[in-house]
């Protein structure tokens, strides 16, 4: 029953309405069909929701069954698999795009059986697949699936995601698998957008799914080699991308070349013989896991107008390195100019306090950089060396829209100097954007200084505070995750 009691109410003087009681199944058919289908979506167990509504009584079994999209998600997860249900559902879903989800639970024994009976039930239905995710099944459970995919066409997939176990995607020598994934290799799938590949070399067929808009591979051997230069790993991303004219996401990661402490050696001039810049005009957001140089060396390899943000494997914002500096200053045009969040790191390691002699050139290029970016609302300096504040006066005078300062672990400044930048942009009035928030992340050793009265204006003016690594936690304190909302997204965590 819906909550609504017997009783009288009193609308006026002289005129009451009497309330009656309310049952569930008066409510209107739309208003079920979405309460079915928010319910389908969410929740969680070992009974399905369509099966259970349609136990419920008569009309919920009536509209349960006259709903398809409820019937369109089948999960192959338990070891004996639900195939005379999914047969069921698959004849009520009546042509519906339907999505499968394949994990290793039903191959520990009948690998084989299991894995035929499955694409039997899926191949007389191709049609209709809109999403399909295969995780960490046997070798010999992917090429059965797969080696059936590649003479078919599936007109309605839009998502195809494929993680390989440990074993099939790398050999016992630590490289990638040799094995050839070829899915619609003589088929087609020309609505696909979507590709998500763990441990799968993608070099046989990617370049077929020419509308692909976001591509994921992690662990796939992008960059090729065992021991890939800097100038392989940025040629490796020219040639993907330019057999992808249309991508709006790409994510790109071998995480064995990932190194979270990065030393100020990391930071070096980048290699004068890397490939010419090249552009791509699509691509909002990118995510790389590679060195910090190899990373900065792909950075300054690319013309990305479009690009909002970047992001690593793990999701923390992409460490920038100083040594992109001259290329964003001085390339035309503007390499990334659309940038709204950067996070700009080098000159000297969270470890070493010892700042690379290239420092003071790569600095110099500062405001020559951020005088490009006039869409910059959040900007994050990550072990910046500012040599006694002689780099840090052109934030009272360059991007317009900047909203966001954190220092993070960052040494030789002074919070005077950022004192007088906040004053430099309220005095610019309509020009620049004053700044709304300020946070200044230290080791818990380290003590940062305020002359008298700085921190007590500092307070009034903006949203200020001073967060100690590694004693607090300073989790969700980045633009991106406040403000953009992409989750995790947090530093030093």
């Given at each position: 029953?819906?909550?609504?009691?017997?009783?009288?109410?009193?609308?006026?003087?002289?005129?009451?309405?009497?309330?009656?009681?309310?049952?569930?199944?008066?409510?209107?058919?739309?208003?079920?069909?979405?309460?079915?289908?928010?319910?389908?979506?969410?929740?969680?167990g070992t009974a399905a929701f369509p099966v259970l509504a349609t136990h419920v009584c008569r009309i919920w079994r009536q509209y349960a069954l006259s709903i398809p999209s409820l019937w369109t998600n089948l999960e192959f997860r338990q070891k004996k698999p639900h195939f005379e249900r999914y047969r069921i559902w698959l004849e009520r879903a009546n042509g519906a795009p339907f999505d499968v989800l394949i994990e290793r639970g039903p191959f520990q024994k009948a690998s084989v059986k299991h894995a035929k009976e499955i694409m039997h039930l899926i191949i007389p239905n191709i049609a209709?697949?809109?999403?399909?995710?295969?995780?960490?099944?046997?070798?010999?459970?992917?090429?059965?699936?797969?080696?059936?995919?590649?003479?078919?066409?599936?007109?309605?997939?839009?998502?195809?995601?494929?993680?390989?176990?440990?074993?099939?995607?790398?050999?016992?020598?630590?490289?990638?698998?040799?094995?050839?994934?070829?899915?619609?290799?003589?088929?087609?799938?020309?609505?696909?957008?979507?590709?998500?590949?763990?441990?799968?070399?993608?070099?046989?067929?990617?370049?077929?799914?020419?509308?692909?808009?976001?591509?994921?591979?992690?662990?796939?051997?992008?960059?090729?080699?065992?021991?890939?230069?800097?100038?392989?790993?940025?040629?490796?991303?020219?040639?993907?991308?330019?057999?992808?004219?249309?991508?709006?996401?790409?994510?790109?990661?071998?995480?064995?070349?990932?190194?979270?402490?990065?030393?100020?050696?990391?930071?070096?001039?980048?290699?004068?013989?890397?490939?010419?810049?090249?552009?791509?005009?699509?691509?909002?957001?990118?995510?790389?896991?590679?060195?910090?140089?190899?990373?900065?060396?792909?950075?300054?390899?690319?013309?990305?107008?479009?690009?909002?943000?970047?992001?690593?494997?793990?999701?923390?914002?992409?460490?920038?390195?100083?040594?992109?500096?001259?290329?964003?200053?001085?390339?035309?045009?503007?390499?990334?100019?659309?940038?709204?969040?950067?996070?700009?790191?080098?000159?000297?390691?969270?470890?070493?306090?010892?700042?690379?002699?290239?420092?003071?050139?790569?600095?110099?290029?500062?405001?020559?950089?951020?005088?490009?970016?006039?869409?910059?609302?959040?900007?994050?300096?990550?072990?910046?060396?500012?040599?006694?504040?002689?780099?840090?006066?052109?934030?009272?005078?360059?991007?317009?829209?900047?909203?966001?300062?954190?220092?993070?672990?960052?040494?030789?400044?002074?919070?005077?100097?950022?004192?007088?930048?906040?004053?430099?942009?309220?005095?610019?009035?309509?020009?620049?954007?004053?700044?709304?928030?300020?946070?200044?992340?230290?080791?818990?050793?380290?003590?940062?200084?305020?002359?008298?009265?700085?921190?007590?204006?500092?307070?009034?003016?903006?949203?200020?505070?001073?967060?100690?690594?590694?004693?607090?936690?300073?989790?969700?304190?980045?633009?991106?995750?406040?403000?953009?909302?992409?989750?995790?997204?947090?530093?030093?965590?």
């Open positions: 029953m819906l909550n609504a009691p017997e009783s009288s109410l009193d609308i006026q003087p002289g005129l009451t309405v009497q309330l009656s009681p309310l049952h569930v199944n008066d409510l209107p058919y739309d208003v079920f069909h979405l309460i079915f289908s928010i319910c389908c979506q969410t929740s969680k209709s697949l809109r999403t399909l995710v295969v995780k960490r099944v046997p070798h010999k459970v992917l090429r059965i699936i797969f080696d059936r995919l590649a003479l078919i066409t599936a007109p309605q997939l839009r998502t195809l995601t494929v993680k390989a176990s440990r074993k099939t995607a790398w050999s016992s020598e630590g490289v990638p698998s040799k094995w050839k994934f070829k899915p619609f290799i003589q088929g087609e799938a020309p609505k696909l957008r979507e590709l998500n590949l763990g441990g799968i070399n993608p070099s046989y067929t990617i370049g077929r799914f020419k509308d692909l808009q976001y591509v994921r591979l992690k662990w796939s051997g992008v960059f090729g080699g065992s021991n890939p230069t800097a100038y392989d790993h940025v040629k490796s991303v020219q040639e993907l991308l330019t057999i992808l004219p249309n991508l709006k996401y790409i994510l790109m990661g071998d995480t064995r070349h990932h190194e979270y402490w990065a030393e100020s050696d990391e930071f070096q001039q980048l290699a004068a013989h890397l490939p010419p810049p090249f552009t791509y005009n699509t691509l909002a957001h990118v995510s790389i896991g590679a060195s910090i140089y190899n990373t900065n060396a792909i950075i300054a390899s690319l013309v990305l107008p479009e690009l909002e943000f970047a992001i690593d494997w793990q999701q923390h914002e992409l460490l920038i390195g100083v040594n992109c500096l001259e290329s964003i200053a001085r390339s035309s045009p503007c390499p990334l100019s659309g940038l709204i969040s950067l996070r700009l790191g080098g000159g000297c390691s969270a470890i070493n306090p010892d700042t690379h002699p290239r420092n003071y050139i790569n600095m110099g290029y500062l405001e020559g950089a951020l005088d490009r970016l006039e869409r910059l609302r959040s900007l994050s300096f990550d072990r910046v060396n500012f040599e006694d504040d002689q780099y840090l006066p052109c934030l009272g005078r360059t991007c317009p829209n900047l909203e966001w300062l954190r220092f993070v672990l960052c040494q030789r400044f002074t919070m005077k100097q950022v004192r007088s930048i906040i004053e430099a942009r309220l005095a610019a009035e309509k020009k620049l954007q004053p700044l709304v928030r300020l946070i200044v992340h230290q080791w818990s050793s380290k003590i940062v200084h305020f002359e008298e009265g700085d921190r007590e204006w500092l307070e009034g003016a903006v949203e200020f505070d001073v967060k100690k690594f590694p004693l607090e936690n300073i989790s969700g304190q980045d633009f991106l995750s406040v403000v953009k909302g992409v989750k995790p997204l947090t530093h030093l965590t």
